[in-house]
């Protein structure tokens, strides 16, 4: 019987101990460890089994683009009319180092141009802005005490959308369906909608639903306000069905040859996925987008037949159509890049914000009673905020408006596992500063991901020897608002 010496057993067996700690490694980034893996064993948006029970199947986030003032829309504070126009350094010192956006334009304290009623059963105080959103309180849980890091359009969108400050990073609906895949083998699992008014994308463009260093098949597939919804949508004309069939067979037997050395590559493989993908969704895109299907009292419900909302109205309808399609995450923003095309009134706070409303409060109000109706609202996580909120005194000029606030802004969430006629956190008499159970954007998250199933801290990704996740290394979930 042959004996090995020491050195011989470490030459012989060293590879082997190599081996299980690269198990290891593919295993936590999801990489075959088998030769006898396949593209379909790698399909990147393949329903996922999700970490918890999930609350909700779906989230439907409508991006209030610019930031919208919580003193003005949701988070009624009548101390504002006592205040009124005398120096925000009289009520806190500490203005002179945390003012908005233009330090020079700084005016007195300045009451809501609108008026409050309380709603619902649970008696919550609406502004006038919201005259169909109001009956809709006792669906709604409302985070009033959010606070964020930048008072700075491009990186308060970064940070909303993607935890962290600045580009380059995966955003919420990339890391969800990266953790969830999609229910739908024919559409995206992550659909985006811009403001189709001419007036541009939020700022950040693209990089706000981007997937950063996630694989690119998890990025947000925007839909085009005018002209052809997705690219490359519609077959060409000199190609029949069976033609452009045998074409993506031929493809994709190609791709299979060249993939079969190359099985570590889920780029490669999510960029074949894709081809397949962009077939079924000739079919199945069409029919979803196809908003006449709908019967005439629906349209009307979101307001198709009003000129002020239509084009929101046909947004959220279609959000609707793609939920009930297995669709994962739809974000639809509201307002476009410049100052007064979206809710960023630095002028005029109660003609900006007079707009705005009257353009979303009838749609988002129909999605949420068709929702309802259909018995899609207890699995369908709706949430209506922006990147941050608004000052309590007047930005000066002839028609006042107010400046960017990061340190308090309101969000609200209805459906999908949440308890609603709640109100978490509050915010000074004048709502100036979060004070009461401060919500940071990563709980927001943290909250989120909970609802849909994840687990915040499980959900990780290994990029550059780090382990990132959406929450980076904070978040709290808000269990008072969960039912």
């Given at each position: ?14 590879m ?47 991006f ?13 504070k ?29 005016g007195?304290l ?8 309380q709603?619902g059963?649970?008696g ?14 006792d ?85 085009k306000?005018?002209?052809e919804?997705i ?8 190609l029949?069905?069976g033609?452009?069939?045998?074409h ?11 993939f ?8 490669l ?26 019967p005439?009292?629906i ?14 109205a ?73 990147e ?53 954007v ?18 990780t990704?290994?990029?550059?020897g ?15 608002i969960?039912?």
């Amino acid at each position: 019987m042959d004996f090995l010496d020491r050195r011989q057993w470490l030459r012989q067996s060293g590879m082997g101990f190599g081996l299980v700690a690269l198990s290891s490694m593919l295993y936590e980034e999801r990489l075959p460890t088998s030769s006898a893996a396949s593209l379909n064993d790698l399909h990147p948006l393949v329903a996922q089994k999700s970490h918890l029970q999930p609350r909700a199947k779906s989230i439907i986030w409508l991006f209030i683009n610019g930031g919208p003032s919580q003193v003005d829309t949701w988070d009624y504070k009548p101390a504002l009319a006592r205040w009124d126009g005398k120096s925000i350094r009289d009520f806190d010192s500490s203005f002179e180092d945390t003012t908005g956006f233009f330090r020079h334009e700084v005016g007195g304290l300045m009451r809501s141009p609108f008026t409050f009623r309380q709603y619902g059963e649970c008696g919550k105080w609406v502004s006038s802005l919201f005259p169909h959103l109001s009956r809709h309180v006792d669906e709604m849980a409302f985070i009033h005490s959010g606070y964020s890091e930048s008072n700075n359009h491009s990186p308060a969108l970064f940070m909303m959308n993607c935890g962290l400050p600045r580009m380059g990073y995966p955003c919420v609906g990339s890391w969800i369906t990266y953790g969830l895949g999609c229910e739908s083998r024919s559409l995206p699992a992550f659909v985006v909608m811009s403001d189709p008014l001419d007036r541009g994308l939020p700022k950040g463009h693209a990089a706000n639903w981007g997937a950063g260093f996630l694989p690119s098949v998890y990025q947000g597939t925007w839909i085009k306000p005018k002209g052809e919804p997705i690219d490359n949508l519609n077959r060409r004309d000199h190609l029949t069905d069976g033609q452009q069939r045998r074409h993506l067979d031929l493809l994709t037997r190609l791709n299979r040859r060249h993939f079969e050395p190359r099985q570590e590559e889920l780029e490669l493989a999510a960029r074949i996925e894709s081809f397949e993908l962009a077939y079924r969704m000739q079919s199945a895109a069409p029919a979803a987008l196809e908003l006449q299907q709908e019967p005439a009292h629906i349209q009307r419900l979101y307001g198709l037949d009003d000129k002020r909302c239509a084009h929101f109205a046909a947004q959220c309808l279609t959000a609707r159509r793609l939920v009930e399609r297995g669709v994962r995450f739809i974000q639809i923003y509201s307002g476009g890049t410049e100052n007064q095309r979206s809710w960023d009134g630095h002028k005029d706070i109660a003609g900006n914000h007079r707009q705005f409303a009257a353009e979303t409060d009838q749609p988002i109000a129909g999605l949420l009673a068709d929702l309802r109706q259909r018995g899609m609202l207890d699995e369908t996580l709706v949430v209506w905020g922006g990147e941050f909120g608004r000052l309590p005194i007047a930005q000066t000029g002839d028609e006042p408006g107010r400046d960017h606030n990061p340190h308090a802004f309101t969000f609200w969430l209805a459906g999908g596992g949440v308890k609603g006629g709640t109100s978490y956190g509050k915010t000074d008499e004048v709502g100036f500063k979060a004070t009461v159970d401060r919500v940071h954007v990563n709980d927001l998250h943290a909250t989120m991901l909970h609802l849909m199933g994840l687990d915040h801290t499980q959900l990780t990704y290994t990029y550059n020897g780090r382990a990132f996740r959406l929450t980076d290394v904070a978040g709290r979930i808000i269990h008072r608002i969960i039912a």
